[in-house]
């Protein structure tokens, strides 16, 4: 499971953009086992270290 959140938030970073899906898709896996591990709490934190340095932002997506 640590795997592919750690792809997922490479996928983000890799294009700068968090879109809504992508952040629930994101919020799903964190919560699917009902516990954090530490390499999923690294992988919080690399995430929302790229939202406050602008690297990566929530955009929306097209109706």
């Known amino acids: ?3 592919d959140i750690e792809q997922l938030v490479s996928e983000m970073m890799a294009d700068g953009e968090i879109t809504r899906d992508e ?3 994101f919020e799903q896996k964190m919560l699917a086992d009902g516990e ?4 999923e709490r690294r992988q919080i934190d690399r995430l ?3 939202i406050a340095d ?3 932002t929530l955009v ?3 109706d």
Not at 36 to 39: A, E, P, Y
């Open 1 to 3: 499971m640590s795997d």
């Open 60 to 62: 929306s997506e097209p």
């Open 36 to 39: 954090l591990s530490i390499q």
């Open 48 to 50: 929302l270290q790229a």
């Open 23 to 25: 952040l629930k898709r």
């Open 54 to 56: 602008g690297t990566v």
